[in-house]
């Protein structure tokens, strides 16, 4: 007897079919449209970075602890000296900035943009010292150098202060070490307190007191601006 085997090629077509098909699914799930940075598995998760800022020159420290989140600490400081008139009476300012910075980062779209919130301590003040003249314009009188001795003054903020801000690192979520770091925000800090003091022969007198806090008020002022300041940085970060 004689068997013949017999063969439709329907085995084939399926074969080709379903590798045509795996190869259609492969493609959807490689497919990326761009919305977020690939991260690495290799991604270094700490980083230092040290920034120039108008808070001043800065150091900071990053922790990653997701591919959404990271915190991040600093501190900067600056000082500037300066002279500015107020009612006619010109002062020596020294403007000293130094704050501690606590942030957390948040990326919604898992790549190099971040939304950046957090507390500062501040420590962001003005020395005053009137420059030595034999006559002193105070609040709505004028009154020479003895009756005044040395005008002196602190413009001092809160000492706890919220930020609010957004940045960017490329390297975040990747295997690179060295990045370049941009920040932009704001703090708010408050409604300056000015303190103005005297050691002349008016230190005691009322009038005197009552011109004196004119001065204050005239000074405080001319700082209002200061209540939101601006926070723009630029700097370079190492990651590890």
């Known amino acids: 007897m004689k068997i013949e085997a ?22 959807v799930n490689d497919y990326d449209p761009g919305i977020h940075d690939d991260t690495s598995d290799d991604a270094r998760s700490n ?10 020159a800065g150091l900071e ?3 990653t602890f997701s591919d959404s989140i ?30 501690v910075s606590a942030l957390v980062d948040w990326r919604p779209f898992k790549g190099s943009f971040r939304i950046s919130g957090g507390v500062m ?21 004028v009154y020479n150098n003895d009756q005044v001795g040395n005008l002196a003054g ?10 609010l801000g957004l940045g960017w690192n490329p390297s975040f979520g990747k295997d690179k070490r060295f990045s370049l770091l941009i920040d932009l925000g704001v703090v708010y800090q408050g409604t ?20 004196l806090q004119q001065e204050e008020d005239d ?10 300041y601006p926070v723009v940085g630029i700097g370079l970060s190492y990651r590890f």
């Open 70 to 99: 990271s915190g991040r600490i600093g501190v900067n400081y600056f000082t500037y000296n300066y002279v500015a008139t107020i009612n006619s009476t010109a002062y020596n300012f020294d403007l000293n900035l130094m704050t």
């Open 219 to 228: 000074l405080q002022s001319q700082l209002d601006g200061y209540e939101y």
């Open 6 to 27: 017999r063969t439709t090629g329907k085995s084939d077509k399926k074969t080709e079919m379903d590798i045509s098909a795996e190869n259609s699914k492969n493609t």
């Open 121 to 141: 301590y501040n420590d962001n003040h003005l020395d005053a010292n009137a420059k030595s003249a034999s006559n002193y314009s105070v609040g709505n009188a």
């Open 61 to 63: 420290a990053e922790r």
């Open 192 to 211: 300056p307190e000015v303190t103005l003091s005297a050691d002349g022969t008016n230190e005691n007198n009322l009038t005197f007191q009552n011109d």
């Open 154 to 163: 602190k413009i001092e903020f809160n000492s706890i202060i919220p930020y």
């Open 47 to 56: 980083s230092l970075g040290l920034k120039i800022s108008t808070l001043g």
